[in-house]
Nanobody
Framework: VQLVESGGGEVHTGESLRLSCVTS????????MTWYRQAPGREREVVAG??????????????IYVESVKGRFIIFRDNARSTLYLQMDNLQPDDTALYYC???????RGRGTQVTVSS
């Protein structure tokens, strides 16, 4: 099982980044996926989660977000590419953290990609 994140970087307030999490070794389409982040001195927090597409036949996959990123971040998945994404717009300094993706399959997670937002 592998999860490899990419797309992080150093940006200024208000700019955007798109994170990717390329996965392999498990049936990606059958598992809910989550983006977490952890900043120095702060607890890990769930940023966004997405269900499997099949959980909602009418609307597709359902999503959840931590309140602080609602309206700015979008989580989505490409099951054909076994890849999870996080589109992050209007980034703020408080978004600075190590971001990593997680699956309930064996509790696997990637090593993360660093996002740094300066004012």
């Amino acid at each position: 099982v592998q999860l490899v994140e990419s797309g992080g970087g150093e940006v200024h307030t208000g700019e955007s980044l798109r994170l990717s999490c390329v996965t392999s070794g498990f049936p990606f389409a059958d598992y809910r996926m989550t983006w977490y982040r952890q900043a120095p001195g702060r607890e890990r927090e769930v940023v966004a989660g997405i269900s499997t597409t099949g959980e909602s036949a009418e609307t597709g996959a359902s999503t959840i977000y931590v309140e602080s990123v609602k309206g700015r971040f979008i989580i989505f998945r490409d099951n054909a590419r076994s890849t999870l994404y996080l589109q992050m717009d209007n980034l703020q300094p408080d978004d600075t953290a190590l971001y990593y993706c997680h699956t309930n399959f064996q509790g696997a997670r990637g090593r993360g990609t660093q996002v740094t937002v300066s004012s």
